[in-house]
């Protein structure tokens, strides 16, 4: 089992549409949890983080955890043309260093 | 503030080949990555300097992948001799310190034939 799970999508929605984009963990000892964003030939940039159960705001983006689930979703309201990029769950190795473990991340397309 | 350097932005060669990439952190960065990410696949970590010392390299392929940060800014990946499934975009990434927003650079995409 791999230790983030994320559906590789592609995944695509109307303009103005709420997109869930998810990933599941199997280590109860994470602790954080972040979302990259990543546009086609660029690297990834962080979008949003969070480090306790419950949902976490920043504008039109959502990200919420849930630690009895190992469940983790970033929701995105009101879905932008110049929202269609891959969306990464990262989330820290616990076990000493600050690796990031990602999931395959999940390929959004907004069309107009 | 200038953002994660990297060149070249693409590399072609033949398998057996050997290649090298170059990095340039945001300017007073200590702790500096290096990403491995497959086409379709997240990415994965291939070795972590603090300065000029290593922290992690468990996942460097080190028959192959060698890595330096000699003066503790810039630094250079190496594969040699490459194959077919080096194939992939190579990130490289820095934070001011330890525990801290990673800042990736765009990346150099390999292609190995």
């Known amino acids: 089992?791999?230790?983030?799970?994320?559906?590789?999508?592609?995944?695509?929605?109307?303009?103005?549409?709420i997109v869930s984009l998810n990933c599941t963990y199997?280590?109860?000892?994470?602790?954080?949890?972040?979302?990259?964003?990543?546009?086609?030939?660029?690297?990834?940039?962080?979008?949003?983080y969070t480090y306790s159960s419950g949902n976490k705001e920043d504008g039109r983006?959502?990200?919420?955890?849930?630690?009895?689930?190992?469940?983790?979703?970033?929701?995105?309201?009101?879905?932008?043309?110049?929202?269609?990029?891959t969306y990464l769950c990262a989330i820290p190795d616990p076990n000493g260093t600050d690796k990031l473990i990602f999931g395959t991340g999940t390929r959004l397309q907004v069309f107009p | 503030e200038a953002g994660v350097a990297q060149s070249p932005r693409y590399k072609i060669i033949e398998?057996?080949?050997?290649?090298?990439?170059?990095?340039n952190p945001i300017s007073g960065h200590a702790t500096l990555y290096w990403y491995q990410q497959i086409l379709g696949q997240g990415?994965?970590?291939?070795?972590?300097?603090?300065?000029?010392?290593?922290?992690?390299?468990?996942?460097?392929?080190?028959?192959?992948f060698s890595a330096e940060r000699l003066k503790g800014v810039d630094s250079t990946l190496k594969i040699q001799p490459a194959k077919l499934e080096d194939s992939?975009?190579?990130?490289?990434?820095?934070?001011l310190t330890l525990k801290e927003t990673q800042y990736f650079g765009p990346g150099t995409r390999l292609l190995v034939l």
């Open chain 1, 26 to 48: 199997s280590n109860s000892a994470f602790q954080y949890f972040m979302w990259y964003r990543q546009y086609s030939r660029k690297g990834p940039e962080l979008l949003m």
């Open chain 1, 1 to 17: 089992q791999k230790e983030v799970e994320q559906d590789p999508g592609p995944l695509s929605v109307p303009e103005g549409a």
């Open chain 2, 88 to 95: 992939a975009v190579y990130l490289c990434a820095s934070s």
């Open chain 2, 15 to 23: 398998k057996r080949q050997s290649v090298a990439f170059w990095c």
């Open chain 2, 43 to 64: 990415p994965k970590l291939l070795i972590q300097f603090q300065n000029n010392g290593v922290v992690d390299d468990s996942q460097l392929p080190k028959d192959r």
């Open chain 1, 61 to 85: 983006f959502t990200a919420q955890v849930d630690k009895s689930s190992k469940y983790i979703s970033l929701f995105i309201r009101d879905s932008q043309p110049s929202d269609s990029a």
